[in-house]
T-cell receptor, first 114, second 115 residues
Framework: DQQVKQNSPSLSVQEGRISILNCDYT??????FLWYKKYPAEGPTFLIS?????DKNEDGRFTVFLNKSAKHLSLHIVPSQPGDSAVYFC?????????????FGQGTTLQVKP | ETGVTQTPRHLVMGMTNKKSLKCEQH?????MYWYKQSAKKPLELMFV???????ENNSVPSRFSPECPNSSHLFLHLHTLQPEDSALYLC??????????????FGPGTRLTVT
């Protein structure tokens, strides 16, 4: 059973508008969440993270929101740029003894149109 | 070289071949990982090494054999693979402080095709 799910395989938005990527998880022990971005022929690159003691973390155009009661997190990109077109993965982990074990979602392909 | 490098970038091998994938990290990290990414599937963790000791093996078939000779190098030895093993194999590294989670940094991956 998949513990981290990204139910939208793809998303298309216009340049300058907001992109919202969603992620749901089932394991209530998860308390640390990350977003990665992946371009073709490259490995995933870390984008932004959030721990469960927060409900929001912001870094420039990227903001991650966490709703623990709903077991849901989202990544907002404002404004979206064509260079943001990539596959976005969310990942989850639990602190304590897991040696950085991350559980990944299956990814959402974002296309930002000029 | 900087970051995490992987060689080769592409590999085609027959089911009876033996080959090895190599990963090297230049970030001073003490934990390294092998992941498998199949089409339309999430990244699957295969192996974790922390301080050069294997701490996680997610029930990976024995035809995949990891080796971590030091904290900067990680190998994945392959033998008698099956066509369903064709995938992108990603290496990652991070700084492991026990119960603190640090971001993992990924290499570009090796695209493996088993014929």
């Amino acid at each position: 059973d998949q513990q981290v799910k990204q139910n939208s395989p793809s998303l298309s938005v216009q340049e300058g508008r907001i992109s919202i990527l969603n992620c749901d998880y089932t394991n209530s022990m998860f308390d640390y969440f990350l977003w990665y971005k992946k371009y073709p022929a490259e490995g995933p690159t870390f984008l932004i993270s959030i721990s469960s003691i927060k409900d929001k973390n912001e870094d420039g155009r990227f903001t991650v929101f966490l709703n623990k009661s709903a077991k849901h997190l989202s990544l907002h990109i404002v404004p979206s740029q064509p260079g943001d077109s990539a596959v976005y993965f969310c990942a989850a982990s639990s602190l304590g003894g897991n040696t950085g074990k991350l559980i990944f979602g299956q990814g959402t392909t974002l296309q930002v149109k000029p | 070289e900087t970051g995490v490098t992987q060689t080769p970038r592409h590999l085609v091998m027959g089911m009876t071949n033996k080959k090895s994938l190599k990963c090297e990290q230049h970030l001073g990290h003490n934990a390294m990982y092998w992941y498998k990414q199949s089409a339309k599937k999430p990244l699957e963790l295969m192996f974790v090494y922390s301080l050069e000791e294997r701490v996680e093996n997610n029930s990976v078939p024995s035809r995949f054999s990891p080796e971590c000779p030091n904290s900067s190098h990680l190998f994945l030895h392959l033998h008698t693979l099956q066509p369903e093993d064709s995938a992108l194999y990603l290496c990652a590294s991070s700084q492991d402080f026990g119960d603190l989670i640090y971001e993992q940094y990924f290499g570009p991956g090796t695209r493996l095709t088993v014929t």
